[in-house]
């Protein structure tokens, strides 16, 4: 069993595609589908189901798809510590976010990363927190910063406190709101809500905050992401709360401040396991130091 045959399963696995497996991987198509058949006779199974109009796992495609991305990642990670002890950084960085994060210039931190580390391959996945913290753990992501409410902890990771933040109300220009210098929690119950899903961690401090004051509030729109909020704020269709670091960046809306608002903290979070050298490396940019850890 060679690495080169599971990258080959992995690239139709993922693009459910053999012609396309083929082109991700440059190679020709008959080289790859020959890969996989001599894998499938060395595993007695066959892991893929073809037919003419779509390639799928089988069980036993399923069952093989884990270990081969673990063994994969583990061979990257081998190349990335030989070329570390060289004084190189290379293989992947792998770096995951929440729209809303804002106590480190995340594009400002990889554009400096780089220009000092060209040969390191980066990806950016944005998501909520919760998906953030399982993705580190199962090892899909080498860093992720992500807001918790200041009750939770990302657990089974290594966390980094980076900052803590109130929330604010974003009203519409012509809401009765706009005009005030503050606002409280019940107030703000009576209003039509946007949010985030139930059961994020973005919506996790709210719902906490109202719950704990006794109150109740109509959460009528859920979105995914932080930047469509403002496009039913805006028009008047509903009231919403965000980081006032966040708040700012949001057009067509006016803020408001909430007196007895809730808070989040932001994190960095990485394995318990440890930090790759390109992770520790653009951590590093970020003035976050390897030795400062603190395990939830």
Request: with cysteine.
């Amino acid at each position: 069993m060679e690495l080169q045959q599971m990258r080959y399963v992995l690239a139709v696995a993922e693009t459910r595609n053999f012609t396309r497996a083929a082109e991700r991987c440059l190679v020709v198509q008959s080289a790859l589908s020959h890969q996989i058949a001599g894998l499938e006779r060395e595993l007695g199974a066959r892991l893929f189901e073809r037919t003419s109009r779509r390639v799928r796992l089988t069980p036993a495609g399923e069952a093989f798809l884990p270990a081969a991305r673990q063994c994969l990642d583990a061979a990257d990670r081998a190349a990335a510590e030989v070329a570390a002890a060289v004084g190189e950084v290379r293989g992947r960085l792998a770096v995951g976010l929440i729209p809303t994060v804002t106590a480190v210039d995340i594009p400002g931190a990889l554009r400096d990363f780089r220009r000092q580390h060209a040969h390191v391959r980066i990806s950016l996945n944005v998501g909520a927190s919760n998906d953030l913290v399982e993705q580190v753990k199962q090892g899909e992501l080498d860093v992720a910063f992500l807001g918790l409410p200041t009750t939770a902890r990302a657990q089974g990771v290594t966390a980094h406190e980076l900052a803590r933040d109130r929330l604010v109300a974003v009203v519409s220009p012509d809401h009765p709101l706009a005009g005030e210098p503050a606002v409280d929690l019940r107030r703000l119950s009576s209003e039509v809500f946007v949010d985030f899903p139930a059961g994020t961690a973005g919506r996790a401090q709210t719902d906490l905050a109202f719950s704990a004051a006794g109150l109740v509030r109509d959460v009528a729109f859920e979105v995914t992401t932080a930047d469509y909020i403002a496009q039913l704020v805006g028009p008047g269709l509903a009231v919403a709360m965000l980081p006032s670091a966040y708040a700012p960046q949001v057009g067509g809306v006016v803020t408001v401040d909430v007196s007895d608002a809730p808070a989040r903290v932001e994190y960095a979070i990485w394995s318990r396991s440890g930090r790759t050298p390109a992770a520790t490396a653009f951590l590093g940019i970020l003035d976050i130091p390897a030795d400062d850890q603190d395990d939830s």
